[in-house]
């Protein structure tokens, strides 16, 4: 327990991130039409909370977990990428949903997990 609590400690940006991404993924696919888009880039938003992008993120989050808590680093710069990756899309969607009439804040807790990530990758470990 104390390796972990340990893990805990140091490297939290990584287990907070990747629980943020399962949180979001799980939203995603409990509640579907959640981002619904009546404009000209509905086709965008309207995938964006269905099963094809919200299980891949679910998983994704939940992977990184798994391996924060089996201690594994091997795929930490994969699942940065990706989480960047993705929560680079939602920032876009939340913007353009305030941009159009539909005021949220989501962008900018989008944002600033957008920074969290690209500081965590920049940085890295405390432990190398």
Same mark, same amino acid.
């Given at each position: 327990?104390? !390796?972990?609590?340990?893990?805990?400690?140091?490297?939290?940006?990584? #287990?907070?991130?990747? /629980?943020?991404?399962? *949180?979001? *993924?799980?939203?995603?696919?409990?509640?579907?039409?959640?981002?619904?888009?009546?404009?000209?880039?509905?086709?965008?938003?309207?995938? /964006?909370? !269905?099963?094809? +992008?919200?299980?891949?993120?679910?998983?994704? $989050?939940? #992977?990184?977990?798994?391996? +924060?808590?089996?201690?594994?680093?091997?795929?930490?710069?994969?699942?940065?990428?990706?989480?960047?990756?993705?929560?680079?899309?939602?920032?876009?969607?939340?913007?353009?949903?305030?941009?159009?009439? +539909?005021?949220?804040?989501?962008? #900018?807790?989008?944002?600033?997990?957008?920074?969290? #990530?690209?500081? /965590?990758? /920049?940085? $890295? !470990?405390?432990? $190398?």
């Amino acid at each position: 327990m104390s !390796d972990l609590k340990k893990r805990l400690r140091q490297d939290w940006q990584f #287990i907070l991130i990747a /629980l943020t991404t399962a *949180g979001v *993924g799980l939203n995603f696919l409990i509640h579907p039409g959640l981002l619904e888009d009546k404009s000209t880039y509905a086709f965008i938003m309207n995938v /964006l909370d !269905d099963a094809v +992008f919200s299980v891949p993120i679910m998983v994704a $989050g939940i #992977i990184g977990v798994i391996l +924060f808590f089996l201690g594994k680093k091997q795929y930490r710069s994969f699942l940065l990428v990706f989480y960047q990756f993705v929560w680079m899309i939602l920032l876009l969607a939340y913007a353009w949903r305030a941009i159009s009439g +539909f005021q949220n804040s989501s962008w #900018i807790m989008a944002l600033c997990i957008n920074i969290a #990530i690209f500081l /965590l990758a /920049l940085w $890295g !470990d405390l432990d $190398g």
